[in-house]
Each structure stands twice: as structure tokens, then as C-alpha cells.
């Protein structure tokens, strides 16, 4: 089977997504574990992280996480755009990349801990479910880009919630 005719993300599109797309917006499968494939996505991202960490020196952690954001919502934005064409849906459950960049964003400039990463992971999961003003607004942003920046809006609420908590040594 030749890349191009390989099946889209979900069975019974009519329309299949490139597989480079397919890929990227499920980040390599985790947005088709269920049930909650947000959270699969994020809790990869946070496995992803701790794991790069053991071998990038502290003082790049900060430059690192920032420029895989900016790295993931470049390359998420035309994934999550070609895998919501190809189903047909405006913000299909399977694309997770936007997951993953929020779940990044949050995460920048904090000590890898497990309290950090566990509580950047409940905070993220809360603003991404929630969804306070004006990251609803976000989402009606066209195609792809609404997907991922309404992620990156709550990505950037949990960061600074993260930051306030170790500025006051709730975290360390």
C-alpha cells in the first residue's frame, strides 16, 4: 500500500488524511486510546518530557521546551486541519497534537519534578476542559488553527498557575 492511499485517521472517511498528518494530529496513536484521548495525549507529552530531560542539561530545558511548542504548533496547525477535513468534523477527539503543545507550554521554565509534572498535568487537563474566557473564543478560529490555539490558551493559563505555585513554594 503506497503512502498515499494509506486509511485516514478514522474508518469511513471518504477523504483520507496524508499520513504525515495522520501521525502528527494523533500523535503517533495516542489520540486513539480512549476513553479520554486528550488525556492520553497530554499524559504522553509529560512522559516525553521527564524522558528528554534526563539527557538535556538544566540549563536548556527552558530553550527546549519553548522551541518544541513553537515546533509542535507549527507542524500540529496543517495536521490537525488535514485530519479534521478528512473525517469531516470541525475538532475531531483523535487530534491530540493540540494537546500536546498546551501541555508543553505549560511545562516551560518549571523543575522536572513528579509534583510539576502531575500538577501541569491537572492544571492543563482543567483549562483545556473548561476553557475560561477567552479561550472559547479560540476554538472559533478557522480549521486547524482554532484546534491547536485554544490548546495553547489554556497551556498558557496553566502557566502561569504554575509559576504563581512555585513562586510560593507549592512546588519545587
Known amino acids: 500500500m ?7 485517521v478514522e474508518p469511513g472517511s471518504t477523504s483520507p488524511a496524508p499520513l504525515w498528518a495522520t501521525l502528527v494530529a494523533t500523535f503517533f ?37 519553548i ?43 518549571l523543575p522536572v519534578s513528579w509534583k510539576s509534572l502531575v500538577m501541569g498535568f491537572i492544571l492543563f487537563r482543567g483549562f483545556d476542559i473548561v476553557k475560561p474566557p477567552p479561550i472559547r473564543a479560540l476554538e472559533r478560529l ?3 488553527t482554532g484546534i491547536v490555539i485554544d490548546d495553547v490558551g489554556a497551556g498558557l493559563y496553566a502557566l502561569a498557575v504554575m509559576h504563581l505555585l512555585m513562586h510560593f513554594g507549592v512546588i519545587a
Open 142 to 144: 478557522p480549521e486547524g
Open 29 to 65: 496513536g495516542a489520540g486513539r486510546l480512549r476513553p479520554g484521548p486528550g488525556s492520553w495525549g497530554s499524559a504522553a507529552t509529560i512522559l516525553l518530557w521527564w524522558g528528554l530531560t534526563r539527557w538535556i542539561p538544566a540549563t536548556w530545558q527552558t530553550e527546549v521546551a
Open 2 to 8: 503506497k503512502p498515499s492511499s494509506i486509511p485516514s
Open 67 to 109: 522551541l518544541l511548542a513553537i515546533f509542535v504548533i507549527l507542524i500540529g496547525i496543517p495536521a490537525a486541519t488535514r485530519a479534521a477535513r478528512a473525517v469531516g468534523r470541525e475538532d475531531p477527539g483523535f487530534v491530540v497534537i493540540d494537546e500536546v503543545a498546551g501541555q508543553l507550554i505549560t511545562l516551560i521554565a
